[in-house]
């Protein structure tokens, strides 16, 4: 039972970690950082509950490469927005960019 | 089963250190780098939790990936190197109450609720590629059909965002 606990007190500290950087930061790369070490977090529990708990049970391998396939389309499109910022206003910092509000 | 504790331990460890590191450094570089060396311990780790495509793939991803993210910080930043020390930070006691609390409302549903038993054995690699590849194909095959065209959606998207607009490119020629 202790490797089950290990990796998802490491997933649970990941996830933690990543929230901070995503609220605190004010750069749109660093957000998307702690973005990226939450899903790191979310992957970890996801491994450890499929090798723990269900070894011979697959579904929990296909939502590890569904999540994979979000942190890749986050990047993508998060950058895609960042470039268009860039040109726009010379800047990616967040604190600049209050006009986005609704 | 002592040394797969061990090792899990370790390079869990090694994760949480690395991404740490990432928001406490100042310069730009050092973040991408440390994402990169917590997600491949990430990746180790699950290496040690005989997960050997997942690691592996896991790997693989990250080092692209965050080797992009460096490129781009370089491209966007002022000061990629971290030399003027200047903070990127803002609302920080908040952000710190809510990652902490997000962390051990986490850690309490990890340690309170009941898993059950553990499984002691589980299948070689190459009976999980085989199960995976089945799964992939049978009974997930619209989730992962989907997630191709997700991806598909996202660069076409990713791609119109970032081409310059005419307006936008005519305003760089009169200033030059």
Partial sequence: MMPLYIALAVGAIMFGVGLYGALSQT????????????LGGAL???????????PTAYPGQTFFLIIM?????????????????????????????????? | MILQTVFIGLFGIAAIW????????????????????????????????????????????????????????????MDPGGLGGMDMTHQKRGSQAAGVIGAFAALGVAFLAGWGSPAATVPGPQEQLRGLGLDLMERSMLIFETAGVTILAAMIAATAVALATRSATKQEGNDE
Avoid: P, Y
Avoid at chain 2, 43 to 69: D, K, N, P, W, Y
């Fill in chain 2, 18 to 77: 690395f991404a740490v590191v990432v928001f406490r450094t100042h310069s730009m570089v050092r973040s991408a780098l440390a994402l990169l060396f917590s997600q491949a311990a990430l990746g180790a780790m699950f290496l040690a939790m005989q997960a050997e495509f997942l690691g592996v793939l896991q790997i693989m991803m990250m080092a692209t990936e965050m080797s992009i993210m460096a490129i781009f910080m370089v491209m966007f930043m």
């Fill in chain 1, 44 to 54: 970890v529990n996801l491994v450890a509950f499929w090798r723990f708990l269900h």
């Fill in chain 1, 69 to 102: 396939t979000v942190m890749a389309l986050d990047m993508a499109v998060g950058f895609g927005v960042g470039t268009a910022r860039f040109r726009a206003r010379g800047s990616v910092e967040m604190e600049e960019a209050r006009e986005l509000k609704g």
């Fill in chain 1, 27 to 38: 750069n749109l790369v660093m957000i998307m950082m702690g973005v990226e070490v939450m």
